[in-house]
């Protein structure tokens, strides 16, 4: 069984930064693509950031140059620095795993099939 878990939300003012963290428990493999979305209530959850087994990543263009996202594979952790931050960035962060991926990672959130319960990140104007 694969659990990740999310940690490091919080307040935070226009301008400033945060640092989420991803564990996972369970498969310590490393062998797997990784990913950060985010999700407004009525909205659809939508793609931050993927990591492939070798820290290749792929950002979406809302975080191009703001937000880094990368793994510790020695420490089974994901890590996405957010500098910059806007209120617009204010969402649920969850964590994610496609176990079928270690490179050529899928974009799409339906093929990752392991999720976060989800961190809060609130950005204030």
């Known amino acids: 069984q694969v659990h990740l878990v999310e940690s490091g939300g919080g307040s935070v003012q226009a301008g400033g930064s945060l640092r989420l963290s991803c564990v996972v428990s369970?498969?310590?493999?490393?062998?797997?693509?990784m990913g950060w979305f985010r999700q407004v209530p009525g909205m659809a959850r939508e793609r931050v950031v993927i990591i492939d087994t070798g820290g290749g990543t792929n950002y979406a263009d809302a975080v191009k140059g703001r937000f880094t996202g990368s793994r510790d594979n020695g420490k089974n952790t994901m890590y996405l620095e957010m500098s910059s931050l806007r209120p617009e960035d204010t969402a649920t962060y969850y964590c994610?795993?496609?176990?079928?991926?270690?490179?050529?990672?899928?974009?799409?959130?339906?093929?990752?099939?392991?999720w976060g319960p989800g961190t809060q990140v609130t950005v204030s104007s």
């Open positions: 369970g498969d310590l493999s490393n062998r797997y693509c």
């Open positions: 994610a795993a496609d176990r079928g991926r270690a490179y050529g990672c899928r974009t799409t959130q339906s093929y990752y099939g392991y």
